[in-house]
């Protein structure tokens, strides 16, 4: 009995045995309905989940309740200081919630260098009910394809609701 409960299938069919016990004392032959869900319950258990896959890198995210988005601010030249904007937009009745701690956390490829890292709203250039701007200062070290990726953490809220939020963007950069 102790090697039929370590593990879930064979607890399963150890329930399916102790039923058809049940049934020589007088019950019917039949597996009773209330096994079947035990077995389908053991099968759905032992099948591996399988990995949600990835989101595709985008520089725009478009909810219900705001929009958030990197645009570029180019054209951008190796070595030479360059920025990006980030916008966050309410939509609809939210507002930025002007009491979360917005973050943003930058990192890029080996070819570029970054002014700053971590942006805070004190870093912001416009922070308001109606949206947030931020400029993200970085110098490509070569020129070609750069690549920027943003994790963004804030919130949006209406008179009775706040919704936290963390999302990532990346932007794809030509560097001459």
Sequence with gaps: MQKALRSLPSLALFCLALAACNAGAGESAAPSAQAAPVVAAATQAEA????????????RVDDPTFTLRLAEAGPYKAGELGRVVLHLEPRGEYHVNQDYPIEITLSADAETALAKAKLERADAAEFGDKGAKFDLPFTPKAAGERKL?????????TESNCVPDERNLTLALSVQ
């Design 48 to 59: 591996p989940k399988q990995p949600a896959a990835p989101a595709a890198p985008t520089s």
């Design 149 to 157: 990726d943003a994790n963004v953490k804030f919130a949006v809220c």
